[in-house]
């Protein structure tokens, strides 16, 4: 065999592998996009590998002496596949963790602002406010220990969005409020209800 046909019949190898190889990380990365199990990763993988293998033996056979070239080439692409792979798989987890952390936030001033704006009905309702007098008498331990946890539960809403604190303590003061609210409202004679509308244990009057 002459030095062009050589040239030509292993660089068309060294393409396959390169194909395969890029082909294989591209089936990897949506497979983990997917969050598809581990056996749908080992058979993606050990498909692809495979095929390189078969492409090697196939270059080995047909074109004498290119066998360590073209394996050469199959650890090269390997190699650089499974980098864009792992560099991939990062920015996704970051992705999903961004994502997470993002979930958490919303949800924990989801909760934070449905106790401030329940606890402004007692102030700004004025059906309310006649009802369920107590709920703005800071002279009551109840309503007083629950405006102490609204700042304390506010100022950990500022320090948690400025960085300084976690989610576990913001949740925590968040947690402190929702309870001091019940108590605040239980004290007053509130009535409330579970998700299903039916009433809980308590005396008073519905709101």
């Known amino acids: ?55 090697i033996i196939g270059a080995v056979a047909t074109v004498p002496g ?54 402004v009905t007692y102030e700004l309702d004025p059906a309310a406010a006649i009802d369920f007098p107590a709920m703005t ?10 405006i102490r946890s609204m700042r304390a539960a506010a100022l950990l809403r500022e320090q948690f969005e400025g960085g300084d604190v976690g989610s576990s303590e913001y949740e925590r003061a968040v947690a402190g409020l929702e309870a001091a609210l019940r108590a605040a409202e239980t004290a007053a004679g509130v009535i409330r209800t579970d998700p299903t509308g039916r009433e809980l244990p308590a005396t008073g009057k519905s709101i």
């Open 1 to 55: 065999m002459d030095a062009a046909s050589f040239i030509l019949q292993a660089a068309i190898a060294l393409a396959l592998v390169g194909i395969l190889s890029a082909a294989t990380a591209f089936a990897l990365s949506r497979c983990l996009r997917r969050n598809d199990d581990a056996d749908s990763l080992f058979w993606y993988g050990f498909s692809g590998l495979l095929a390189v293998v078969f492409v």
């Open 66 to 119: 290119s066998g360590g070239l073209v394996s050469a080439g199959a650890l090269v692409f390997a190699g650089v596949a499974m980098g864009w792979l792992w560099r991939g798989e990062r920015e996704r987890r970051r992705r999903v963790l961004a994502e997470e952390i993002r979930e958490v936030r919303e949800g924990l001033r989801t909760r934070h602002e449905g106790v401030l704006q329940q606890w």
């Open 137 to 146: 008498d800071l002279s009551r331990s109840d309503t007083s220990q629950l």
